[in-house]
């Protein structure tokens, strides 16, 4: 993969300090998959006080984002880099981790969830991969690292994260083993905090074909975590939903249940996700009934609008 130049500039700022610095996770994932890369996160072997003294003599901006895990926030021409100091897991309650840092690239890469987000570059391009990633990438599966219930009992967002995935990623169903764990402890979802759940969601939601995912979370009993009424997944199956908005899919889902129910069903899945209040006002607009059933041009632009007409029974 290549670096860009703000990218390598960090880089550099933190390798005349005595450090060194990788990109990793999913900026190395999506480049691989040639996809566009947006976010650049990067780990490095030194401690969070030394990479902001590194960056700070390089007369690079830095912000102490999350200090207490090892992350700063660098800024350079308007773009912003989580930096991150090498860890590994002391703790973990199933919510939040217990860290310590580490000068150990493997230590750090066995610390995350699935082996094609343990990927790690060099300002050369050069790939790190500890534990079958790339094979795993290429491949189109999802796979953890380790021990998938373990993995799973360290954090329980991972059963959302690992069906977020396969829609980004993946051909194929999950594993059976994977899809039993995910099951098995399904129940925990609802000791998570709803930020944490909506963030998920969404992101699943906007990948390009949610339905098999959202069918495989529905026998897993993972979506009846979320959604507490039968929801009929197919309706997300039309290529002409391609591009479309997370919270236009999500009314989708939630209109396939009793008229009568989809009001309140969406106060509830509103406040479970902690929508914010301009979200919350689109998704109960959305399952109102009384839609106009005639839109102008200009309205047929508005993509929410156009779709809740045309493509929902009413």
């Not at 670096?3 to 005595?18: K, M, P």
């Not at 003599?57 to 660098?74: D, E, M, Q, V």
């Not at 390009?208 to 959202?214: A, E, H, K, Q, R």
């Not at 008229?259 to 929508?275: A, H």
Request: with cysteine; glycine share 4%.
């Amino acid at each position: 993969m290549q670096v860009d130049h703000e990218t390598s500039l960090i880089i550099d700022a933190i390798e005349e300090f005595g450090g060194e610095a990788r990109l990793v996770g999913g900026c190395v994932r999506d480049s691989i998959l040639q996809r566009d890369v947006h976010d650049i996160d990067l780990a490095t072997n030194l401690l969070p006080n030394q990479t902001i003294k590194a960056l700070k003599l390089r007369n690079i901006k830095t912000i102490p984002t999350g200090l207490k895990h090892g992350t700063i926030t660098a800024v350079l021409n308007q773009r912003s880099f989580e930096i991150t100091t090498l860890r590994h897991d002391v703790k973990c309650d199933g919510r939040h981790a217990k860290v310590e840092f580490t000068n150990n690239w493997q230590a750090d890469a066995s610390r995350r969830d699935f082996t094609f987000n343990a990927l790690y570059a060099d300002k050369h391009g050069h790939i790190y991969d500890y534990f079958g990633g790339i094979e795993d990438l290429k491949a189109r599966r999802l796979n953890f690292i380790g021990n998938a219930e373990d993995r799973i009992k360290e954090d329980y967002l991972r059963i959302l994260r690992a069906f977020r995935f396969h829609a980004k990623i993946c051909v194929g169903d999950l594993s059976d083993e994977i899809l039993n764990v995910c099951k098995k402890h399904s129940h925990m979802i609802q000791n998570l905090s709803g930020e944490r759940i909506r963030d998920e969601i969404l992101k699943l939601l906007e990948c390009n074909d949610p339905f098999p995912t959202l069918k495989s979370m529905q026998e897993s009993d993972v979506l009846q975590k979320i959604i507490p009424k039968e929801v009929k997944c197919e309706i997300l199956s039309s290529p002409l939903l391609l591009g479309t908005d997370a919270l236009v899919k999500l009314a989708l889902l939630l209109r396939t249940t009793k008229k009568n129910d989809r009001l309140s069903l969406g106060e509830y899945v509103s406040k479970f996700l902690r929508l914010s209040n301009k979200q919350k006002k689109k998704l109960l607009f959305l399952l109102s009934n009384d839609i106009k059933t005639e839109l102008s041009e200009k309205e047929q632009k508005n993509t929410y609008l156009y779709l809740v007409e045309n493509y929902i029974v009413i």
